[in-house]
């Protein structure tokens, strides 16, 4: 089978969830004997936009397309003409029998009109909420949820963009304006993803979130998690006579959280526990410089960047793992990663994160935001730590990356008989 991949960013350069799934399940299909490609877009200021770089990684064939990240027009970035243009030459091109879609930033929705229009069977994995959202994750740039979605006034995040009033039909830049850019955004969103016959939500929650905004419907859903390669391991009773080894691994930055565990340690001024952030921390150097004076005199260490393969390591220096994400993440893959090493987690009780987490199976839910509470749950693991590790003996097994390509080639196949 001649499989094309097509997703927003991709490795070596990006090293985000959703990057490394798409090429995780790549390079297990090229093992399997089929034919990949990956296309994806990079931001090259040295090279023209819309040209073409092919590269091979772990068998994968690779093209990645420039695309500098700049828009005229707020339209611009739901329309992506130069992106739909070259896709489609690469469809004609590379003839594939199925396309999976990993992610649609940078690429634009009519991309699934393209494929449905040459006939392709066509799968889409949803890893946030771009779709949905201008900003992917339905929070508003003042840390506060959205609850508006796509049925209210998404104004507030498209006027982050420029706009052309004489793309618009329009003198002045009215809030109606605005308000009819986010329902042509939405409503060109949905009927794009109308066309396609299955839409993989790694989380009921997610999946839940797309019904409600009229965006998918039942019958196109498959709740299917990512895989995690590695050993499962043991459970782990951490020794009492150390305080708790509390870590948080992932993106340094607002929507991640950091700040409210490193304000549940204020709470902890009694040597009970210590916490290390491993995570690259140059990407958002100025709420890493708030980071670090909240953490002044606090048992914090701001231990950086690791590669991934070195993940099973850093996670075998802690005792439990937090997850104080303030967005309704889909399916964090540290948790699973967490549970597959044996670790207990803390996250908060929010979205997909919750889901991860059934009550007394693989860890503690704490309120969004409430740094107090998070304490609470870190005091609860410190001051037991029989109660953390049967937290960790009963969480759900993580599936292997094995597994879920397994599942993925039995979809395509049943796609490509229909």
């Not at 029998?97 to 009109?113: M, P």
């Not at 039909?169 to 308000?179: C, G, N, P, Q, R």
């Not at 410190?382 to 979809?411: D, K, M, V, Y």
Request: a negative charge.
């Amino acid at each position: 089978m001649k499989l094309l991949v097509l997703v927003h960013d991709y490795l070596p350069l990006h090293l985000a969830g959703t990057e490394l799934h798409a090429h995780q399940m790549a390079s297990l299909m090229v093992q399997r004997g089929h034919d990949v490609t990956a296309l994806f877009t990079e931001r090259d200021l040295s090279r023209e936009e819309g040209s073409l770089r092919r590269d091979t990684l772990d068998g994968v064939k690779l093209i990645e397309m420039v695309h500098q990240r700049e828009y005229a027009d707020v339209a611009e970035t739901w329309q992506q003409d130069l992106s739909l243009r070259v896709f489609r030459e690469q469809l004609a091109e590379l003839k594939p029998d199925c396309v999976h879609v990993q992610h649609l930033a940078f690429w634009g929705s009519r991309c699934l009109d393209a494929i449905a229009d040459a006939g392709i069977p066509c799968v889409v994995t949803l890893h946030d909420y771009h779709l949905i959202c201008d900003n992917a994750v339905l929070l508003r740039d003042d840390g506060e949820l959205c609850t508006e979605g796509p049925s209210g006034d998404c104004t507030h995040c498209v006027r982050r963009h420029p706009m052309l009033p004489e793309r618009h039909d329009a003198i002045e830049l009215s809030d109606d304006l605005w308000k009819r850019a986010a329902r042509e955004r939405h409503a060109l969103h949905k009927q794009s993803l109308s066309r396609v016959e299955r839409v993989v939500c790694p989380s009921r929650f997610l999946a839940d979130r797309f019904i409600e905004a009229g965006m998918l419907r039942e019958e196109q859903v498959v709740v299917m998690k990512a895989g995690y390669p590695g050993p499962r391991r043991e459970a782990r009773l951490s020794d009492a006579s150390q305080p708790l080894r509390v870590g948080y691994v992932g993106g340094v930055y607002p929507s991640k959280g950091v700040h409210v565990l490193v304000e549940a340690f204020e709470h902890l001024r009694d040597d009970s526990a210590q916490l290390s952030i491993h995570g690259i921390l140059d990407w958002f150097p100025d709420y890493v410089a708030e980071l670090r004076a909240k953490a002044e005199g606090l048992p914090i260490d701001f231990v950086g960047r690791f590669e991934p393969d070195q993940l099973d390591h850093v996670l075998a220096g802690l005792d439990c793992l937090v997850i104080p994400s303030i967005w309704y993440e889909n399916m964090p893959i540290t948790i699973q990663e967490a549970y597959r090493n044996g670790l207990p987690v803390i996250v908060t009780d929010l979205g997909g994160m919750a889901e991860a987490v059934p009550t007394n199976h693989g860890g503690l839910r704490f309120p969004r935001g409430d740094a107090k509470a998070l304490a609470d749950c870190i005091k609860q693991l410190a001051s037991n730590r029989q109660a953390a590790h049967s937290l960790a003996a009963a969480a759900p097994a993580p599936p292997t990356p094995e597994a879920i390509a397994e599942e993925l080639q039995s979809l395509y196949a049943a796609m490509r008989k229909n």
